[in-house]
Protein backbone atom coordinates (compact mmCIF):
# COMPACT_ATOMS: atom_id res chain seq x y z
CA UNK A 1 0.00 0.00 0.00
CA UNK A 2 1.34 3.23 -1.00
CA UNK A 3 2.10 6.18 2.16
CA UNK A 4 -0.61 7.89 0.71
CA UNK A 5 -2.97 5.20 0.79
CA UNK A 6 -1.96 4.58 4.00
CA UNK A 7 -2.02 8.08 5.46
CA UNK A 8 -5.60 8.20 3.83
CA UNK A 9 -7.31 4.87 5.45
CA UNK A 10 -5.51 5.80 8.79
CA UNK A 11 -7.46 9.80 9.00
CA UNK A 12 -10.65 7.80 8.19
CA UNK A 13 -10.24 5.78 11.07
CA UNK A 14 -9.13 8.74 13.29
CA UNK A 15 -12.78 10.84 12.48
CA UNK A 16 -14.69 7.45 13.17
CA UNK A 17 -12.80 6.87 16.54
CA UNK A 18 -12.35 10.23 17.49
CA UNK A 19 -15.75 11.78 16.28
CA UNK A 20 -17.30 8.79 15.12
CA UNK A 21 -18.01 10.04 11.83
CA UNK A 22 -17.58 8.57 8.30
CA UNK A 23 -14.96 10.28 5.85
CA UNK A 24 -16.01 9.44 2.44
CA UNK A 25 -12.53 10.46 0.84
CA UNK A 26 -9.30 12.60 2.46
CA UNK A 27 -7.85 15.50 0.40
CA UNK A 28 -4.46 14.81 0.55
CA UNK A 29 -1.43 17.76 -1.37
CA UNK A 30 2.06 18.14 -1.23
CA UNK A 31 3.26 20.40 1.90
CA UNK A 32 4.13 23.80 0.75
CA UNK A 33 7.76 25.03 0.76
CA UNK A 34 7.34 28.02 3.45
CA UNK A 35 5.94 25.13 6.47
CA UNK A 36 7.70 22.00 7.89
CA UNK A 37 6.31 18.96 6.67
CA UNK A 38 5.85 16.49 3.27
CA UNK A 39 2.32 15.05 3.06
CA UNK A 40 -0.55 17.73 3.88
CA UNK A 41 -3.87 16.92 5.12
CA UNK A 42 -6.19 19.00 4.12
CA UNK A 43 -8.87 19.70 7.01
CA UNK A 44 -11.52 21.84 5.74
CA UNK A 45 -13.13 19.11 3.79
CA UNK A 46 -14.06 17.15 6.86
CA UNK A 47 -16.36 20.28 8.16
CA UNK A 48 -18.91 18.48 6.45
CA UNK A 49 -19.08 15.21 8.83
CA UNK A 50 -17.10 16.79 11.87
CA UNK A 51 -18.50 19.73 13.71
CA UNK A 52 -15.65 22.41 15.48
CA UNK A 53 -12.97 23.90 14.78
CA UNK A 54 -10.40 22.80 12.02
CA UNK A 55 -7.56 23.35 13.78
CA UNK A 56 -8.25 21.66 16.40
CA UNK A 57 -9.60 18.66 14.65
CA UNK A 58 -5.88 18.78 12.75
CA UNK A 59 -4.29 18.38 16.03
CA UNK A 60 -5.99 15.09 16.80
CA UNK A 61 -5.80 13.56 13.83
CA UNK A 62 -2.01 14.65 13.95
CA UNK A 63 -1.83 13.45 17.31
CA UNK A 64 -3.15 9.89 16.26
CA UNK A 65 -1.57 9.82 12.88
CA UNK A 66 1.93 10.03 14.60
CA UNK A 67 0.84 7.43 17.15
CA UNK A 68 -0.32 4.97 14.73
CA UNK A 69 1.76 5.17 11.40
CA UNK A 70 5.89 4.74 11.86
CA UNK A 71 6.41 6.68 8.80
CA UNK A 72 4.91 9.76 10.42
CA UNK A 73 7.55 11.48 12.31
CA UNK A 74 5.86 14.53 13.54
CA UNK A 75 3.09 17.20 12.72
CA UNK A 76 1.94 20.67 12.48
CA UNK A 77 -1.37 22.70 11.76
CA UNK A 78 -1.75 25.82 9.68
CA UNK A 79 -4.97 27.25 9.86
CA UNK A 80 -6.64 23.92 8.31
CA UNK A 81 -3.67 22.36 7.00
CA UNK A 82 -2.33 19.11 8.68
CA UNK A 83 1.33 19.36 7.75
CA UNK A 84 2.95 15.52 8.20
CA UNK A 85 6.65 15.23 8.55
CA UNK A 86 7.43 11.91 6.87
CA UNK A 87 10.57 10.04 8.63
CA UNK A 88 13.52 9.98 6.85
CA UNK A 89 13.43 5.77 7.34
CA UNK A 90 10.66 5.86 4.62
CA UNK A 91 12.46 7.59 2.23
CA UNK A 92 15.81 5.44 2.76
CA UNK A 93 13.36 2.28 2.69
CA UNK A 94 12.11 3.81 -0.32
CA UNK A 95 15.22 4.77 -1.87
CA UNK A 96 16.81 1.84 -1.76
CA UNK A 97 14.19 -0.69 -3.21
CA UNK A 98 14.91 1.28 -6.53
CA UNK A 99 18.38 2.42 -6.97
CA UNK A 100 19.50 -0.42 -8.46
CA UNK A 101 15.70 -1.50 -9.83
CA UNK A 102 16.15 -0.60 -14.15
CA UNK A 103 12.64 -1.07 -14.82
CA UNK A 104 11.75 1.31 -11.75
CA UNK A 105 8.62 3.24 -13.08
CA UNK A 106 7.44 0.09 -15.22
CA UNK A 107 4.46 -1.97 -14.35
CA UNK A 108 4.53 -5.31 -14.68
CA UNK A 109 2.16 -7.07 -17.48
CA UNK A 110 -1.64 -6.52 -16.79
CA UNK A 111 -3.28 -9.62 -16.02
CA UNK A 112 -6.53 -8.88 -18.33
CA UNK A 113 -3.76 -7.87 -20.95
CA UNK A 114 -5.67 -7.09 -23.89
CA UNK A 115 -3.07 -5.94 -26.52
CA UNK A 116 -3.73 -1.56 -27.70
CA UNK A 117 -3.15 -1.52 -31.31
CA UNK A 118 -1.28 2.42 -31.91
CA UNK A 119 -1.42 3.79 -35.78
CA UNK A 120 1.08 6.66 -36.36
CA UNK A 121 2.79 7.78 -39.50
CA UNK A 122 0.31 6.74 -41.99
CA UNK A 123 1.85 8.92 -44.96
CA UNK A 124 1.11 9.39 -48.83
CA UNK A 125 3.72 7.72 -51.31
CA UNK A 126 3.95 11.01 -53.59
CA UNK A 127 6.21 12.63 -51.22
CA UNK A 128 8.90 12.66 -48.40
CA UNK A 129 8.12 13.19 -44.79
CA UNK A 130 8.14 16.30 -43.46
CA UNK A 131 7.90 18.53 -40.51
CA UNK A 132 4.16 17.86 -39.93
CA UNK A 133 4.67 14.23 -40.17
CA UNK A 134 7.47 14.21 -37.66
CA UNK A 135 4.87 15.41 -34.60
CA UNK A 136 2.85 12.75 -35.63
CA UNK A 137 5.19 9.84 -35.79
CA UNK A 138 7.33 11.49 -32.35
CA UNK A 139 3.73 11.19 -30.67
CA UNK A 140 2.43 7.62 -31.94
CA UNK A 141 5.99 6.17 -31.02
CA UNK A 142 6.03 7.90 -27.64
CA UNK A 143 2.70 6.93 -26.83
CA UNK A 144 3.05 3.52 -27.27
CA UNK A 145 5.96 2.91 -25.73
CA UNK A 146 4.43 4.69 -22.55
CA UNK A 147 1.19 2.65 -22.59
CA UNK A 148 3.92 -0.64 -22.68
CA UNK A 149 5.75 1.08 -19.78
CA UNK A 150 2.49 1.06 -18.20
CA UNK A 151 2.23 -2.57 -18.57
CA UNK A 152 -0.01 -3.21 -21.47
CA UNK A 153 0.91 -4.76 -24.70
CA UNK A 154 1.42 -2.80 -27.64
CA UNK A 155 1.31 -2.94 -31.89
CA UNK A 156 2.49 -0.04 -32.87
CA UNK A 157 1.06 -0.15 -37.09
CA UNK A 158 0.62 2.57 -39.90
CA UNK A 159 -1.48 2.13 -43.10
CA UNK A 160 0.26 3.56 -45.94
CA UNK A 161 -1.84 5.48 -48.24
CA UNK A 162 -0.55 3.88 -51.57
CA UNK A 163 -3.10 4.54 -54.06
CA UNK A 164 -5.73 7.41 -55.11
CA UNK A 165 -5.23 10.46 -57.57
CA UNK A 166 -2.32 11.60 -55.82
CA UNK A 167 -0.38 8.89 -56.62
CA UNK A 168 -0.09 9.05 -60.00
CA UNK A 169 0.32 12.62 -60.57
CA UNK A 170 3.89 11.67 -59.66
CA UNK A 171 3.47 8.99 -61.49
CA UNK A 172 2.59 10.86 -64.55
CA UNK A 173 5.27 13.74 -64.08
CA UNK A 174 7.75 11.69 -63.96
CA UNK A 175 6.86 9.36 -67.10
CA UNK A 176 5.99 12.85 -68.79
CA UNK A 177 9.55 14.22 -67.44
CA UNK A 178 11.69 11.79 -65.96
CA UNK A 179 13.98 10.65 -68.81
CA UNK A 180 14.14 7.16 -66.78
CA UNK A 181 15.88 8.80 -63.76
CA UNK A 182 16.02 6.61 -60.81
CA UNK A 183 17.07 7.04 -56.89
CA UNK A 184 20.68 5.55 -58.33
CA UNK A 185 20.84 7.52 -61.24
CA UNK A 186 20.07 10.93 -59.06
CA UNK A 187 22.03 10.51 -56.03
CA UNK A 188 18.96 11.17 -54.17
CA UNK A 189 16.56 9.27 -51.70
CA UNK A 190 13.84 7.55 -53.51
CA UNK A 191 10.80 9.65 -51.70
CA UNK A 192 12.65 12.94 -52.42
CA UNK A 193 12.92 12.26 -55.89
CA UNK A 194 8.87 10.99 -56.22
CA UNK A 195 8.02 14.02 -54.56
CA UNK A 196 10.21 16.46 -57.05
CA UNK A 197 7.64 14.99 -59.44
CA UNK A 198 4.62 15.61 -57.34
CA UNK A 199 5.85 19.08 -57.71
CA UNK A 200 6.66 18.71 -61.14
CA UNK A 201 3.07 18.09 -62.07
CA UNK A 202 1.55 20.58 -60.22
CA UNK A 203 3.39 23.22 -61.35
CA UNK A 204 2.67 22.41 -65.18
CA UNK A 205 -1.21 21.64 -63.82
CA UNK A 206 -1.10 25.29 -62.99
CA UNK A 207 0.37 26.37 -66.37
CA UNK A 208 -1.87 24.33 -68.24
CA UNK A 209 -4.69 25.71 -65.85
CA UNK A 210 -3.91 29.62 -66.82
CA UNK A 211 -3.09 28.87 -70.65
CA UNK A 212 -7.43 27.22 -70.62
CA UNK A 213 -8.26 30.63 -68.83
CA UNK A 214 -6.49 32.52 -71.78
CA UNK A 215 -8.23 30.75 -74.58
CA UNK A 216 -11.38 31.61 -72.89
CA UNK A 217 -12.47 28.84 -70.11
CA UNK A 218 -13.79 29.47 -67.04
CA UNK A 219 -11.42 28.89 -64.21
CA UNK A 220 -13.56 25.80 -62.80
CA UNK A 221 -13.44 24.17 -66.68
CA UNK A 222 -9.82 24.94 -66.80
CA UNK A 223 -9.10 23.09 -64.11
CA UNK A 224 -11.33 19.70 -65.31
CA UNK A 225 -9.52 19.89 -68.59
CA UNK A 226 -6.09 20.43 -68.43
CA UNK A 227 -4.29 17.73 -70.33
CA UNK A 228 -2.14 16.63 -67.36
CA UNK A 229 -4.41 15.72 -64.98
CA UNK A 230 -6.79 13.94 -67.24
CA UNK A 231 -3.95 11.91 -67.69
CA UNK A 232 -3.62 11.32 -64.32
CA UNK A 233 -7.44 9.77 -63.63
CA UNK A 234 -6.64 7.86 -66.83
CA UNK A 235 -3.94 6.38 -65.31
CA UNK A 236 -6.02 6.08 -61.99
CA UNK A 237 -8.59 4.09 -63.68
CA UNK A 238 -5.89 1.97 -65.69
CA UNK A 239 -4.10 1.28 -62.24
CA UNK A 240 -7.76 -0.08 -61.06
CA UNK A 241 -8.84 -2.33 -63.92
CA UNK A 242 -5.06 -4.12 -63.39
CA UNK A 243 -3.11 -2.61 -66.18
CA UNK A 244 0.15 -4.46 -66.47
CA UNK A 245 2.45 -1.18 -67.11
CA UNK A 246 0.58 0.93 -64.84
CA UNK A 247 0.69 -1.37 -62.18
CA UNK A 248 4.62 -2.10 -62.68
CA UNK A 249 5.10 1.31 -62.66
CA UNK A 250 3.52 2.35 -59.33
CA UNK A 251 5.61 -1.13 -57.72
CA UNK A 252 8.66 0.78 -58.92
CA UNK A 253 7.98 4.01 -57.74
CA UNK A 254 6.45 3.15 -54.42
CA UNK A 255 9.24 1.22 -53.87
CA UNK A 256 11.64 4.01 -54.24
CA UNK A 257 9.64 5.83 -51.57
CA UNK A 258 9.31 2.83 -48.76
CA UNK A 259 13.28 2.67 -48.89
CA UNK A 260 13.65 6.47 -48.45
CA UNK A 261 10.68 6.45 -45.24
CA UNK A 262 12.72 3.50 -43.52
CA UNK A 263 15.91 5.64 -43.80
CA UNK A 264 13.88 8.47 -42.19
CA UNK A 265 12.26 5.87 -39.59
CA UNK A 266 15.70 4.84 -38.78
CA UNK A 267 17.31 8.38 -38.60
CA UNK A 268 14.55 9.17 -35.99
CA UNK A 269 14.98 5.95 -34.16
CA UNK A 270 11.24 4.46 -34.58
CA UNK A 271 10.24 0.97 -35.24
CA UNK A 272 6.56 -0.78 -36.82
CA UNK A 273 5.36 -3.93 -35.78
CA UNK A 274 2.83 -4.30 -38.86
CA UNK A 275 2.04 -2.24 -41.76
CA UNK A 276 -1.16 -1.74 -43.77
CA UNK A 277 -1.51 -0.71 -47.68
CA UNK A 278 -4.59 1.61 -48.70
CA UNK A 279 -4.10 -0.62 -52.06
CA UNK A 280 -5.29 -3.55 -50.24
CA UNK A 281 -7.56 -2.05 -47.91
CA UNK A 282 -9.68 0.34 -49.98
CA UNK A 283 -12.17 -2.79 -51.09
CA UNK A 284 -12.64 -3.68 -46.57
CA UNK A 285 -15.59 -2.67 -45.18
CA UNK A 286 -18.55 -3.30 -48.17
CA UNK A 287 -19.41 -6.60 -46.48
CA UNK A 288 -19.29 -4.65 -43.16
CA UNK A 289 -21.62 -2.34 -44.48
CA UNK A 290 -24.24 -4.87 -46.03
CA UNK A 291 -24.59 -6.83 -42.15
CA UNK A 292 -25.19 -3.29 -40.62
CA UNK A 293 -27.66 -2.66 -43.39
CA UNK A 294 -29.61 -6.04 -42.72
CA UNK A 295 -29.38 -5.31 -38.84
CA UNK A 296 -30.88 -1.54 -39.69
CA UNK A 297 -27.54 -0.10 -38.41
CA UNK A 298 -27.70 1.45 -41.69
CA UNK A 299 -30.60 2.90 -44.06
CA UNK A 300 -30.67 2.95 -48.16
CA UNK A 301 -31.80 5.87 -49.69
CA UNK A 302 -33.74 6.11 -53.07
CA UNK A 303 -30.57 6.15 -55.26
CA UNK A 304 -28.86 2.80 -53.74
CA UNK A 305 -26.84 5.30 -51.59
CA UNK A 306 -26.10 3.39 -47.83
CA UNK A 307 -26.30 5.82 -45.05
CA UNK A 308 -26.06 6.07 -41.16
CA UNK A 309 -28.16 8.07 -39.49
CA UNK A 310 -26.06 9.27 -36.16
CA UNK A 311 -28.57 12.88 -35.56
CA UNK A 312 -29.95 11.24 -32.31
CA UNK A 313 -25.91 11.36 -31.64
CA UNK A 314 -25.40 14.98 -31.89
CA UNK A 315 -23.67 14.18 -35.38
CA UNK A 316 -25.81 13.98 -38.76
CA UNK A 317 -26.24 11.63 -41.55
CA UNK A 318 -23.08 9.76 -43.00
CA UNK A 319 -22.93 8.21 -46.54
CA UNK A 320 -20.90 4.70 -46.25
CA UNK A 321 -21.67 3.49 -49.69
CA UNK A 322 -22.44 5.75 -52.57
CA UNK A 323 -25.20 4.31 -54.90
CA UNK A 324 -22.80 3.10 -57.67
CA UNK A 325 -21.55 0.69 -54.91
CA UNK A 326 -18.13 2.24 -54.35
CA UNK A 327 -16.32 2.72 -50.84
CA UNK A 328 -15.75 5.88 -49.06
CA UNK A 329 -13.01 6.42 -46.90
CA UNK A 330 -15.16 5.92 -43.64
CA UNK A 331 -16.00 2.45 -45.43
CA UNK A 332 -12.45 1.59 -45.35
CA UNK A 333 -12.04 2.59 -42.27
CA UNK A 334 -14.35 0.87 -40.58
CA UNK A 335 -13.13 -2.47 -42.65
CA UNK A 336 -9.60 -1.52 -41.50
CA UNK A 337 -10.62 -1.75 -38.50
CA UNK A 338 -11.83 -4.97 -37.90
CA UNK A 339 -9.48 -6.63 -40.11
CA UNK A 340 -6.65 -5.22 -37.79
CA UNK A 341 -8.55 -7.18 -34.79
CA UNK A 342 -8.78 -10.73 -37.30
CA UNK A 343 -5.25 -10.25 -37.70
CA UNK A 344 -4.67 -9.81 -33.63
CA UNK A 345 -7.45 -11.15 -31.69
CA UNK A 346 -5.92 -10.17 -28.49
CA UNK A 347 -6.61 -6.37 -29.61
CA UNK A 348 -8.95 -4.51 -26.79
CA UNK A 349 -8.55 -1.02 -28.80
CA UNK A 350 -6.82 0.93 -30.77
CA UNK A 351 -5.21 4.48 -30.59
CA UNK A 352 -5.28 6.42 -34.05
CA UNK A 353 -2.40 9.31 -34.12
CA UNK A 354 -4.13 11.91 -36.81
CA UNK A 355 -4.03 15.68 -36.87
CA UNK A 356 -7.01 17.57 -35.20
CA UNK A 357 -8.66 18.51 -39.20
CA UNK A 358 -10.36 14.77 -38.64
CA UNK A 359 -11.79 15.13 -35.46
CA UNK A 360 -15.03 14.28 -36.82
CA UNK A 361 -14.53 11.58 -38.76
CA UNK A 362 -12.79 10.08 -35.84
CA UNK A 363 -16.16 10.67 -33.73
CA UNK A 364 -17.75 9.18 -36.52
CA UNK A 365 -16.19 6.22 -37.08
CA UNK A 366 -16.08 4.88 -33.73
CA UNK A 367 -19.49 5.25 -33.36
CA UNK A 368 -20.40 3.38 -36.53
CA UNK A 369 -18.01 0.93 -34.92
CA UNK A 370 -20.13 0.66 -31.53
CA UNK A 371 -23.23 0.46 -33.25
CA UNK A 372 -22.10 -2.21 -35.08
CA UNK A 373 -21.29 -4.20 -31.98
CA UNK A 374 -17.92 -4.74 -31.66
CA UNK A 375 -17.04 -4.51 -27.79
CA UNK A 376 -13.69 -3.22 -28.35
CA UNK A 377 -15.04 -0.02 -30.21
CA UNK A 378 -15.59 1.47 -26.58
CA UNK A 379 -11.55 1.66 -26.15
CA UNK A 380 -10.83 3.60 -29.68
CA UNK A 381 -9.43 6.33 -28.94
CA UNK A 382 -7.94 9.57 -31.56
CA UNK A 383 -4.85 11.01 -30.48
CA UNK A 384 -5.78 14.29 -32.34
CA UNK A 385 -2.88 16.68 -32.39
CA UNK A 386 -2.27 20.30 -33.27
CA UNK A 387 -0.44 21.44 -36.45
CA UNK A 388 3.50 22.47 -36.40
CA UNK A 389 3.86 25.97 -37.93
CA UNK A 390 7.43 27.53 -38.86
CA UNK A 391 8.40 30.87 -38.32
CA UNK A 392 8.65 31.20 -41.94
CA UNK A 393 4.50 29.77 -42.11
CA UNK A 394 2.25 27.12 -43.60
CA UNK A 395 3.92 24.30 -45.45
CA UNK A 396 2.34 23.45 -47.76
CA UNK A 397 3.14 19.80 -50.14
CA UNK A 398 2.28 20.43 -53.89
CA UNK A 399 4.25 23.72 -54.00
CA UNK A 400 7.20 22.41 -52.52
CA UNK A 401 7.33 24.47 -49.57
CA UNK A 402 7.91 21.40 -46.94
CA UNK A 403 10.20 21.38 -44.14
CA UNK A 404 11.83 17.52 -45.14
CA UNK A 405 12.07 15.11 -42.05
CA UNK A 406 15.37 14.13 -43.41
CA UNK A 407 16.83 17.80 -44.29
CA UNK A 408 15.36 18.77 -40.57
CA UNK A 409 17.27 16.37 -38.72
CA UNK A 410 20.39 17.49 -40.93
CA UNK A 411 19.60 20.73 -39.70
CA UNK A 412 19.32 19.93 -36.00
CA UNK A 413 22.73 18.09 -35.92
CA UNK A 414 24.75 21.35 -37.29
CA UNK A 415 22.68 23.61 -34.89
CA UNK A 416 23.65 21.51 -31.96
CA UNK A 417 27.30 21.06 -33.45
CA UNK A 418 27.60 24.89 -34.05
CA UNK A 419 26.50 25.27 -30.41
CA UNK A 420 28.63 22.83 -28.65
CA UNK A 421 31.54 23.90 -30.68
CA UNK A 422 30.80 27.57 -29.40
CA UNK A 423 30.65 26.41 -25.43
CA UNK A 424 33.97 23.98 -26.23
CA UNK A 425 32.35 21.03 -24.34
CA UNK A 426 33.84 18.41 -26.53
CA UNK A 427 37.55 19.07 -26.50
CA UNK A 428 39.36 15.78 -26.44
CA UNK A 429 36.82 13.57 -28.52
CA UNK A 430 37.32 12.08 -32.07
CA UNK A 431 35.27 13.38 -35.11
CA UNK A 432 32.76 10.07 -34.47
CA UNK A 433 32.49 10.70 -31.03
CA UNK A 434 31.22 14.16 -31.85
CA UNK A 435 29.35 13.30 -34.73
CA UNK A 436 27.58 10.41 -32.68
CA UNK A 437 27.02 13.13 -29.79
CA UNK A 438 25.76 16.03 -31.94
CA UNK A 439 22.90 13.64 -33.29
CA UNK A 440 22.07 12.59 -29.70
CA UNK A 441 21.54 16.54 -28.79
CA UNK A 442 20.23 17.48 -31.85
CA UNK A 443 17.39 14.81 -32.28
CA UNK A 444 16.91 14.99 -28.71
CA UNK A 445 16.24 18.80 -29.26
CA UNK A 446 13.80 18.60 -31.78
CA UNK A 447 11.95 15.75 -30.08
CA UNK A 448 11.78 16.99 -26.77
CA UNK A 449 10.53 20.69 -28.16
CA UNK A 450 7.80 18.68 -29.96
CA UNK A 451 6.78 16.10 -27.28
CA UNK A 452 7.14 18.69 -24.31
CA UNK A 453 3.95 20.61 -25.59
CA UNK A 454 0.45 19.19 -25.18
CA UNK A 455 -0.95 17.32 -28.07
CA UNK A 456 -3.51 19.43 -28.60
CA UNK A 457 -2.10 22.11 -29.21
CA UNK A 458 -0.34 23.59 -31.97
CA UNK A 459 3.82 24.38 -31.79
CA UNK A 460 5.91 27.19 -33.73
CA UNK A 461 8.64 25.33 -33.75
CA UNK A 462 11.97 26.73 -33.87
CA UNK A 463 15.07 24.42 -34.49
CA UNK A 464 17.65 27.18 -32.46
CA UNK A 465 15.67 27.69 -29.62
CA UNK A 466 14.98 23.93 -29.14
CA UNK A 467 19.08 23.54 -29.15
CA UNK A 468 19.23 26.32 -26.41
CA UNK A 469 21.26 24.07 -23.28
CA UNK A 470 19.49 26.29 -20.96
CA UNK A 471 15.58 26.20 -19.63
CA UNK A 472 13.27 23.49 -20.71
CA UNK A 473 14.97 22.20 -23.82
CA UNK A 474 15.95 18.14 -24.31
CA UNK A 475 19.89 19.59 -25.02
CA UNK A 476 19.78 21.02 -20.91
CA UNK A 477 18.62 17.52 -19.65
CA UNK A 478 21.05 15.56 -21.30
CA UNK A 479 23.59 17.65 -20.41
CA UNK A 480 22.33 16.74 -16.38
CA UNK A 481 22.69 13.58 -17.44
CA UNK A 482 26.06 13.54 -18.77
CA UNK A 483 26.74 15.42 -15.18
CA UNK A 484 25.54 12.81 -13.48
CA UNK A 485 27.68 10.13 -15.32
CA UNK A 486 30.60 12.20 -14.74
CA UNK A 487 30.17 12.40 -11.01
CA UNK A 488 29.28 8.58 -11.05
CA UNK A 489 32.97 7.86 -12.83
CA UNK A 490 34.72 10.36 -10.10
CA UNK A 491 33.51 7.93 -7.74
CA UNK A 492 36.21 5.79 -6.42
CA UNK A 493 34.13 3.16 -4.77
CA UNK A 494 30.93 0.27 -4.60
CA UNK A 495 27.67 2.25 -5.64
CA UNK A 496 25.35 -0.81 -4.58
CA UNK A 497 26.12 -1.26 -0.85
CA UNK A 498 23.11 -0.34 1.31
CA UNK A 499 23.13 3.07 3.26
CA UNK A 500 20.45 3.06 6.12
CA UNK A 501 21.40 5.74 8.94
CA UNK A 502 22.29 8.84 6.97
CA UNK A 503 20.30 12.43 8.24
CA UNK A 504 18.48 13.16 4.72
CA UNK A 505 19.26 16.85 3.70
CA UNK A 506 16.22 18.72 2.57
CA UNK A 507 17.23 18.74 -1.07
CA UNK A 508 17.96 15.07 -0.54
CA UNK A 509 14.23 14.49 0.76
CA UNK A 510 13.07 16.60 -2.10
CA UNK A 511 14.58 14.27 -4.99
CA UNK A 512 13.54 11.31 -3.32
CA UNK A 513 9.65 12.47 -3.35
CA UNK A 514 10.11 13.48 -6.74
CA UNK A 515 11.63 10.09 -8.01
CA UNK A 516 8.62 8.41 -5.95
CA UNK A 517 5.97 10.16 -8.38
CA UNK A 518 7.43 8.35 -11.58
CA UNK A 519 5.44 4.95 -11.52
CA UNK A 520 2.23 7.48 -11.22
CA UNK A 521 3.41 9.78 -14.20
CA UNK A 522 4.02 6.72 -16.12
CA UNK A 523 0.62 5.45 -16.04
CA UNK A 524 -1.15 9.05 -16.36
CA UNK A 525 0.43 9.74 -19.50
CA UNK A 526 -0.69 6.76 -20.84
CA UNK A 527 -4.27 7.17 -19.69
CA UNK A 528 -4.04 10.73 -21.14
CA UNK A 529 -1.87 9.99 -24.09
CA UNK A 530 0.27 12.51 -23.12
CA UNK A 531 3.73 12.29 -23.40
CA UNK A 532 3.95 15.53 -22.36
CA UNK A 533 3.76 15.02 -18.72
CA UNK A 534 6.83 12.59 -18.93
CA UNK A 535 8.93 15.38 -20.60
CA UNK A 536 7.86 17.90 -18.10
CA UNK A 537 8.24 15.24 -15.59
CA UNK A 538 11.59 14.74 -16.68
CA UNK A 539 12.67 18.76 -16.24
CA UNK A 540 10.99 19.00 -13.06
CA UNK A 541 13.48 16.52 -11.81
CA UNK A 542 16.15 18.02 -13.24
CA UNK A 543 15.85 21.24 -11.93
CA UNK A 544 15.37 19.52 -8.47
CA UNK A 545 18.64 17.81 -8.75
CA UNK A 546 20.72 21.14 -9.91
CA UNK A 547 19.15 22.89 -6.90
CA UNK A 548 20.48 19.91 -5.42
CA UNK A 549 23.87 19.82 -6.87
CA UNK A 550 24.32 23.70 -5.88
CA UNK A 551 23.03 23.47 -2.05
CA UNK A 552 24.90 19.55 -1.31
CA UNK A 553 28.13 19.12 -1.53
CA UNK A 554 28.83 15.38 -2.88
CA UNK A 555 32.47 14.69 -2.76
CA UNK A 556 32.79 16.94 0.28
CA UNK A 557 30.28 15.76 2.51
CA UNK A 558 30.60 15.29 6.25
CA UNK A 559 30.81 11.39 6.48
CA UNK A 560 31.53 8.63 3.90
CA UNK A 561 28.29 7.31 4.19
CA UNK A 562 26.96 10.67 3.19
CA UNK A 563 28.83 10.82 0.28
CA UNK A 564 28.28 7.24 -0.97
CA UNK A 565 24.33 8.40 -0.32
CA UNK A 566 25.01 11.25 -2.77
CA UNK A 567 26.22 9.05 -5.23
CA UNK A 568 24.03 6.44 -5.39
CA UNK A 569 21.53 9.07 -5.64
CA UNK A 570 22.27 10.81 -8.35
CA UNK A 571 22.79 7.52 -9.99
CA UNK A 572 18.99 7.20 -9.47
CA UNK A 573 18.46 10.35 -10.58
CA UNK A 574 20.38 9.47 -13.78
CA UNK A 575 18.63 6.52 -14.47
CA UNK A 576 15.36 7.98 -14.04
CA UNK A 577 15.97 10.78 -16.76
CA UNK A 578 17.19 8.02 -19.43
CA UNK A 579 14.44 5.41 -18.74
CA UNK A 580 11.64 8.94 -18.98
CA UNK A 581 13.52 10.07 -22.63
CA UNK A 582 13.42 6.53 -23.58
CA UNK A 583 9.89 6.69 -23.52
CA UNK A 584 10.19 10.23 -25.39
CA UNK A 585 12.77 8.15 -27.90
CA UNK A 586 15.52 10.38 -26.91
CA UNK A 587 18.76 8.93 -26.32
CA UNK A 588 21.15 10.35 -23.84
CA UNK A 589 24.60 10.91 -24.29
CA UNK A 590 27.26 9.64 -21.47
CA UNK A 591 30.02 12.25 -21.76
CA UNK A 592 28.65 16.12 -23.48
Known amino acids: ?54 VQIGEAVGKYLSENITEVEDYNVVK ?46 NKPLHLGHIRNILLGYSVAEIIKASGKKVYKTQIINDRGIHICKSMVAWNKFGEGETPESTGLKGDKLVGNYYVKFDQVY ?24 IEAQEMLRKWESGDTEVVKLWKMMNGWVYDGFDKTYNALGVDFDSYYYESNTYLLGKDNIEEGLSRGVFFKKEDGSIWCDLTEDGLDEKLVL ?81 VDADDLIDEMTRTAEEISQDLGKLEGYTKEEKAGVYNKIGLGALKYYILKVDPKKRI ?20 TYARIQAILRKADFSKSEPISSVKLHQKEKELIKHLELYPEIIQNAASELSPALIANYTYDLVKNYNSFFQNVSIFGADSEEEKQFRVQLSGSVGNTIKSAFSLLGINVPERM
Open 1 to 54: MSLQRTISENVKIAIHALYDATLESVELQATRKEFEGDITVVVFPMLRVVKGNP
Open 80 to 125: GFLNLVISDTYYLDFFTSIKDNERFGFADSLKDNKAVMVEYSSPNT
Open 206 to 229: KEQIAGLIEDGLSEEDAKKEAPIL
Open 322 to 402: RSDGTAVYMTQDIGTAIQRVKDNPDIGGMIYTVGNEQDYHFKVLFLILKKLGYEWAKNLHHLSYGMVDLPSGKMKSREGTV
Open 460 to 479: LFNPEESVDFQGNTGPFIQY
